[in-house]
């Protein structure tokens, strides 16, 4: 059963940030935006969360929409994961969100469920977060006071913690295609096929030039208090050629570099062998599909 | 108490003045005004069993703020039917033995009338993903992937006779 | 395959048929009510309130806030309630208790697991019930417990089933072991464990009460099992005539809706309030709310001859019960007859012992103890084939047990054994292998089994069933059964409508009431089609013998020379010579033939076994039959994906192939959750996955297609030579694809479930030993 709460449906951002300031300036945190809910209602009915008013983000026709222009794409804070599926470009803009999107929860919860929801809701094993890392994806925050632009990179403090200040909304997340000659790949590795939560998820990105990698992601998530990238491991990999002996260098690190826990679905010990196993399968795949006729 | 509401909702193609407070979910709403065949399994979203089309899209109403609804249309299983007949993927599933206890039925006819809206000729992987979030303890889904097929090529021919 | 004649000299029209079930329409189309969709005008919302410890003494528990709340109608606890237990004698008809199973309805002083009741709430609405739930105060003073069945059996282990927790003991003696091993050429000895898992069915416990003007208690309720109203009755102190049991189609039951749930509840606060009281469990309350199935630690030692002949079996078996007895010595029986598998073996020991801990009870599931049994015997039977170095089926061929020979329980086997017929059909059925691909193994496995259906003889099963045909020539069958989900009313409809020629839209079936349809016993221990199904076919049969009497004299022949089918009556060699059904019916009401019966179906009464040996009669029949897999393992994240899964059984006679063929493919998929994802876990007792998205069965995602193979040896005991397929469904599944896991790799996980972190310890731990 629900504590009660208040339930607002803005008609555009400027009412939802007016809303959200109401309290004290600066938010409130008995305020909160309400998306897709897939996080929230479950939340509140369990009590883990505490709502005095929810503000309804379904009626502001701002926050929808997929552009993409001259490379970049920029998805609304309402987009949903069925929107991510239904988006024939995707498969192109962005390969492992798609991945992702694909391993997402079951379909009822991807027709409602934000990207945007996903990445504010503060979990270590929200799946779109290692795609959109390894697409270096930037959040687009805004407030009354003007709005502001964080990498995603830099968007996640600590565990449940980030840069969004309570009377802030994320309106949009955006990325550049990746590059014609790059791969983008996530997996998702869960004690089930379908609708399940991630034990380790890993997402990958690689450029080739000349024969060389010019840029490499490695994203991880579920092994630490946040999602969060293999920034050594990408290092090793940046400027080189991918041969198995520096791939596996590469996963051998990404695994040094996570930090996971025990818990009921999986032992530590299993999510570091897995973020090594998966690393170094995703940066194979990615290599050969960079070189493949190149 | 917090100020209730008053939601208009279409549900089965009728219009409907509905007083919901606002922490309501759309099951709850549904089940008081006895649209009984909306089935509670797991109340956050877990089982499916609960699913009702939202504008032709399947959601949880377990999850769903009936008052993020207004204007909206829902359609229960019960909204599927064609006058006395029953609706292509309900005759399937009955055809098929797509049924055992029945208690994830509704939630799966309407899974699958989601994906139809979309996807009038779906193969069965498009099948799988489209149920993922619909449990079912009895039937193995085997027999319900078949009379998903069944039900589209149904619809498909309907269609094409039009 | 051996062609059988036709066990009823009846020419099979309707039977064999997959129909669409009667069930079906009504629930594709939203109109079926289940038990929780009743409501009652002034009725109040209930809510159970659960110890949050596994093992503690209830200092003091105040709900005078509770009380107070407004809205609040009734709050009980155990000082407001009789002295009364609730006893979990097993289900049914017998009224015979067999063992000291009492148990506390609410906590009193001890607290024995996680969840237990401690108070109940009934108010006006559900939110209002809730919070006052929330409002009681109490203090748990945590008491040392035992949360492992070796650990409780040890001197000075703390007490939880007095005096020593051993709740369950059985033993079979049964030829001379030691000669046997002395035979062997090779012994093979390995231990196996398998985990607490949960019934999973969709529809939580739910239920209505009320009290009529007759002082009836009524209580409408998703149960596997009405007769339940007598000790229902004796908890809440009425005589057994004023509880009433009204069933509703049921939302899945497996074994979980087998014990009381929510009735005893239901029946105390419509006592107390004089109100309609709904109590619906969330999910939650459900994982706490039912017994769950017991996790087994079995350990097999068998000899072998070189030639693969077993020489002996000695198993040991180790079960937890939980903090209460329930089911669980019949649990352990089953697991005891079914331990060393379909196999025929002169020289068998076995010890099997359950005891008490403070983990969760655990009672009825599926399988009944002989799904744990096989889990075992079918690993054994593997790894003994790599041992000796005989092919797995062939080892298995070698050891089938036969018509004629005696099971553990020195009982000959009478009906058909169709094991091998299954396990080579089912392993054909898997076709060509798939390759292996890089990192990803393929494996195959294979799982026999024996599972009686029909509950212990010396239970004395009855089941009744009435039979009617109204004036107008529809036919009504009234019978207590329950459906829950498997089609268990529309096999009665399609028997009835078979032996009165009629179709089965032309047949209604009254269920599920104590009051007013003829107890038919539980639907539990596949029994139901056996045991009611026989019940329906006699009381049809002899509807049928008068109606072909009064035909024969308007045509001037010999009953035997006529027949009954689509809706008309009719002399076989000359069907021009025929009259409506309808016509038959009104000629026979006008002349005042009796156009109904009621019958009782007995199942073999026999004495109990000799405690010390084993031996003696426990079941009335088994059944057989195999399942076939073939997985990929990828050996570097240790996923498993079913990729072909087949089960082949022979079910005596299909009533209907599609229901049939339903269960098998249930049974597939439950037993693939059993073998590789499901596992409720216990820390000290506390239940840390206590929902769906912690408790993992399979999605659409993860199922192959299922496919099943139906044989019918008619050898049964069931109506038409039918035996059952409930049960067997699902037994031989985990084994198959454990089996098969082991295939891939080429090193076995002992311990279900086969998660993917074990086996990449597996393959870790066998690449170390090289
Ligand atoms: C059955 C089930 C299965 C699931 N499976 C998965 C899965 O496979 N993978 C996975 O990653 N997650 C899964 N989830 C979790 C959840 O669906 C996702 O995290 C989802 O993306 C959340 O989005 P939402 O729109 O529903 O967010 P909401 O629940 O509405 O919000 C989540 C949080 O973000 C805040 N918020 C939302 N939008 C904004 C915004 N625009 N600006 C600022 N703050 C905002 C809210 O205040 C809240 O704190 C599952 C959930 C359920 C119930
Ligand atoms: S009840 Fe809504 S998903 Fe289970
Ligand atoms: S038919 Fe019972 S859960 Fe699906």
Redesign the pocket.
Known sequence: MFAEFDLVMPGDLDEALDILAEAGGDGDAGI????????????LRARR?RADKLVG?GRIAA?RGIERSNGRVTIG?GT??SDILRDPGMVEAAPSLVD?AR????QM?RN???????V????P?????PPLLSLDAEVTLAGKGGTRNVPLADFFLGYQEDE?RPA????KIAWDAPKPKSANLFY?LARRKG????VVGVAVTVAVEAGKCTTARIALGAVAPVVKRAREAEALLEGEALTPELIEAAARQAAEDSSPIDDVRASADYRRHSVHALTRRLLSQAWAQVTEGG | MRETETITLEINGRRREIAAPPNQTLLETLREHGYFEVKSGCE???CGACAVLVDGEAV?SC?TLTGTLEGRAITTVAGLKRGEELHPLQAAFVKLGSIQCGYCTPGLIMAAQSLLNETPDPGEEDIRLALS?NLCRCTGYTKVFDAVQEAAQVLREEESGL | MTETESWANVNLRQVGRPLARTDAPGKAAGKTRYAGDYTMPNMLHAKVLRSPEASALLRRIDVSKARALPGVACVLTAADLPDRKASTDIPGQTGKKKLATDQQVLVKERVRYHGEPLALVAAETQAIAEQAAELIDFELEPLPGVYDPFKAMRPGAPVVTAPDNVVGEHKVRKGDIEKGFAEADEIIENTFRTQFIEHAFLEPEVGLAWIDENDVINIRVATQVIEHFRPIAEAVGVPHNKVRILGALVGGGFGGKEDVTVEIYLALLAQATGRPVRLAYTREDSMFGHGKRHPFVITHRTGFTKDGRITAVKVTITADSGAYVFLSPYVLLYATVAAPGPYRVDNVHVDAVAAATNNMFTSAFRGFGAAQACVAHEAQMDEAAKALGIDRMELRRRNFIRTGDKLVTGHPIESAVWADECMTKAWEALGERTPDAGPVKTGRGVATYQQSYGRITWLHDTSEAWVGVEVDGSVVVRSGVTDIGAGQVSALGQIAAELLGVGLDDVTIYNSDSAVTPLAGTTTATRGLYMTGNAVRLAAEAIRGRFLARAAREFGVEPGEVDLAESKAFVTDRPDKSMAFKALVALCASEGVHRSELVMFRAPFTGQIDPETGQGRVHPDYAYGAQAVEVAVDTETGEVTVLKSVGAHDVGQAINPDAVAGQIEGGAAMGQGYALSEELCYEEGRLTTPSF?EYLIPTAMDVPRYQSIILESRSGLGPFGAKGIGEPALTPVAPAIANAVADAIGVRVFDLPITPEKIVMALRRAEAAE
């Not at chain 1, 909160?32 to 939340?43: C, E, R, S, Y």
């Not at chain 1, 391993?103 to 079951?106: D, I, L, N, S, T």
Request: charged share 15%; with cysteine; glycine share 12%.
């Open positions: 909160l935006p309400l998306a897709g809910g897939t996080n929230l209602v479950v939340d969360i983000l926050l804070a949903t994961l992702s391993v997402f929860a079951g919860v409602t469920a934000t990207v945007a929801g996903n504010c809701c503060g979990s094993a929200a799946d779109t977060v969004r802030e909304l994320v309106t998702k609708d399940a939560i991630t | 956050k979203g877990d949880d999850l979030g | 998205s």
